[in-house]
């Protein structure tokens, strides 16, 4: 037997036609007529065959809690955040990782194989984060859990924050998380960049800090971020996320932040889902939509992944865990509907997002991990027109999720058949 699993006959993202063999948990070959004498063979002709989707942002340890103990009648982040104040007293252990464990089923169905998820870390019991990690262990072998340490009530305004956090960087969180804009004055957010991007270099740690998630465009702790990077020595390991003061800022100011973003390799995750509905709130019209630059920061060469933030919590009340959701409102914000941007927009949500979070073993080629979806579309594109069904989804060598293809019979006078709304389009 030559390979343990032959996927047959996909189109991959790239629009090339290829056969992929597995063996183990890796993927051993990748070209067109493979052998077929394999422990078993999925027949992906005519579909698209793609590395898993990547979350770059999410929040697990609030997801599926709408509604508990009431909801975000302003809609706004400030009172999203005030009522996870209410809830966070009434977590359990239990919860957080039940609700969390159904989440990562959802996500498996969808084909979301890598996720970061902040967790919060003002409550002294670190109780959310010893679930999460009980969660990140339990899921390891189809889900790249990444956990980040976030202060959500503000790493000085929230007086045990800072402790709290060095606890579940030792417990074994991953990446150092902030919210800069959310202490009490600009000045010890600038220092709480400051101090966290330090804790990171000293302990050989990722960076990702909720940034600049507001409508003021004087929010400018992204300049100290990007600063900081370049201090500490910490390029290509220094994510900023929402940015969405950006929207607002002086164009002059964005025209000279852009390239020292892009000199010190600070990536950026927008949440289009999150950023639409959340900022412009104080807006009459016209309302801004609080998207940050993402042609923009493309076209400067900055890393940029599309992120989902929240489903159904204090933040959102809607969300299924499918990424082509979060690339298609990215897409339609930032307008990006040229052939290139909306297969940029696809990549945003796969291997950008990867990149993002250094997890070197991803991606379609020889020698990676066999982590991939089969989708009932025939290119990234179509996938984001369609958010179609996840007919197979492989994790680690192993088929985790199948689901069949979806197609309404018509009953039209005189005209009975089917229709799948699939459509050649152009990459
Ligand atoms: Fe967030």
């Not at 989707?53 to 509604?67: K, R």
């Not at 159904?102 to 498996?108: L, N, T």
Request: hydrophobic share 40%; glycine share 8%.
């Amino acid at each position: 037997m030559t390979f343990d699993l032959l996927v047959r006959g996909g189109t991959l993202p790239d629009g090339t036609t290829a056969d992929i063999g597995i063996t183990g948990e890796t993927i051993a070959a990748i070209a067109p007529n493979l052998p077929t004498d394999a422990g078993r063979i999925v027949d992906a002709s005519g579909n698209l065959v793609s590395p898993p989707f990547v979350d770059p942002h999410f929040h697990m340890d609030a997801t599926l809690s709408y509604g508990i103990p009431r909801i975000n009648a302003s809609g706004t982040l400030l009172e999203g955040i005030a009522l996870w104040g209410e809830l966070k007293p009434l977590l359990t252990h239990e919860a957080v990782r039940d609700r969390a464990l159904a989440y990562c089923d959802w996500a498996v169905s969808m084909g979301l194989l890598a996720i970061r998820s902040h967790v919060d870390v003002c409550d002294d019991r670190l109780l959310a984060v010893e679930a999460l990690l009980e969660v990140k262990k339990l899921v390891a072998p189809y889900i790249d859990l990444q956990l980040v340490a976030f202060p959500q009530d503000g790493f000085y305004r929230s007086p045990t924050a800072r402790a709290n956090t060095l606890r579940a960087l030792d417990m074994g969180v991953d990446v150092v998380g902030g919210i800069p804009h959310f202490e009490r004055t600009m000045d010890d957010g600038k220092r709480s960049v400051t101090e966290l991007c330090e804790i990171a270099a000293s302990r050989g740690l990722l960076v990702d800090m909720h940034c600049d998630e507001t409508d003021d465009p004087l929010s400018r702790h992204i300049e100290q971020l990007v600063y900081e990077t370049e201090r500490l020595g910490l390029q290509g390991r220094v994510n900023g996320s929402h940015l969405t003061s950006m929207h607002s800022m002086d164009n002059y100011y964005v025209s000279k932040l852009l390239p020292l973003m892009a000199e010190a390799d600070v990536s950026a995750i927008p949440n289009p889902l999150i950023n639409i509905v959340i900022q412009g709130r104080h807006d009459t019209y016209p309302k801004r939509r609080g998207q940050t630059r993402v042609p923009e920061m493309l076209k400067a060469g900055i890393r940029v992944g599309f992120g989902q933030d929240c489903v159904l919590d204090p933040w959102y009340p809607l969300g299924t865990a499918d990424m082509l959701d979060v690339a298609f409102m990215g897409l339609h914000v930032a307008q990006m509907t040229s052939p290139a941007d909306m297969k940029t927009c696809f990549d945003m949500v796969t291997e950008t997002s990867a990149a993002i979070m250094h997890l070197d073993h991803y991606g379609l080629a020889v020698g990676k991990r066999a982590s991939l979806v089969v989708l009932d579309a025939g290119n990234p594109i179509e996938a984001i027109r369609l958010r179609p069904e996840r007919l197979c989804v492989i994790a680690r060598g192993k088929v985790v999720a199948e689901r069949k293809r979806q197609e309404t019979a018509l009953s039209l006078a005189g005209r009975p058949g089917s229709v799948n709304r699939r459509h050649k389009t152009p990459q």
